[in-house]
């Protein structure tokens, strides 16, 4: 039986009126943010005034037809688009703690990609030994001694849930690896250099249904450590992996929400079209 409010009960809500993050203490906290983010091929728009948080430790996926801006969104996160010329943005990438602005001038893209790693679509490890493909971010960052360089690959490689299969033969070619393999690899590559944002670019798509399996696995596992952005057009799998997924389409984001809300009660009719398969 539940007995009459106590005094403490009564303190405790009156703390709470003049306290208003006792009231969201449990709404997660933000790792990244766009902020009318918009971003030109030259004179083509590709992305048009997005907004959209980004949680920290949560996993969120973006689903949408081909050409709709998932990937260009996705690599405006960390600067890939600084690679070619004619490419230009507009707003903003908040990136918190720090409350920086990821597309300044002023900001370094190689520091940028130090703190937002990426696994594209294809495996692509460097056509080096199993343990240098893991080590060349370190070294990158100025790393040079040799029992560091050893207890962080190792570690990574642990993260990247291939360690046992690669501990005896760390000085093998990657490329040797199956393609499943080589795509954790890849996942330990980026996870070396210890970023805050993980990005995925359909990273199963090339991968068979159990190699797709260990990844998706992987991925459940990684979010208790780092915050994850997917791209994926499987929408199991996005329902499967995500905590809040965002469904864009012409370079317009159009729904943002918790995953089992944009999957079962959408708001917007172009989102359920999607979902269901009526468009797309």
């Not at 709470?16 to 943010?33: I, S, W, Y």
């Not at 600067?79 to 903003?92: A, F, I, K, Q, S």
């Not at 990821?102 to 490890?125: H, T, W």
Request: charged share 25%; net charge neutral.
């Amino acid at each position: 039986m539940v007995g009459p409010p106590t005094s403490q009960d009564t303190n405790d809500k009156l703390k709470a009126l003049k306290d208003p993050m006792m009231h969201t203490q449990d709404k997660p906290q933000l790792k990244a943010e766009a902020r009318n983010l918009s971003f030109y091929y030259g004179a083509a728009k590709a992305l048009k005034g997005i907004n959209m948080p980004i949680y920290d430790r949560k996993v969120t996926a973006l689903i949408g037809p081909s050409g709709c801006g998932k990937s260009t969104y996705l690599r405006s996160f960390n600067r890939m688009h600084d690679l070619y010329p004619g490419n230009r943005y507009e707003g903003e990438i908040r990136f918190f703690p720090d409350n920086t602005n990821l597309l300044s001038a002023e900001v370094d893209p190689i520091e940028v990609r130090m703190r937002v790693g990426m696994v594209f679509q294809k495996p692509n490890p460097f056509p080096k030994t199993i343990f240098e493909n893991v080590a060349y971010g370190l070294r990158v960052r100025g790393l040079t001694s040799k029992r560091l360089l050893e207890e962080k690959v190792e570690q990574a490689l642990r993260a990247g849930a291939i360690w046992d299969e690669v501990k005896d033969r760390l000085q093998a070619l990657a490329p040797t690896l199956s393609g499943g393999q080589q795509q954790r690899l890849c996942i330990a590559r980026a996870l070396a250099t210890e970023p805050e944002l993980l990005l995925f670019d359909e990273p199963t798509s090339a991968l068979d249904p159990i190699a797709t399996g260990a990844i998706e696995e992987l991925v459940s596992e990684l979010k208790k450590r780092v915050t994850i952005l997917i791209v994926t057009h499987n929408m199991q799998q996005a329902a499967r992996v995500s905590d809040y997924t965002a469904y864009m389409y012409l370079g317009e984001m159009i729904e943002f929400g918790k995953t089992d809300e944009i999957f079962f009660k959408p708001n917007d009719r172009r989102t359920e079209d999607y979902i269901t398969g009526r468009m797309g």
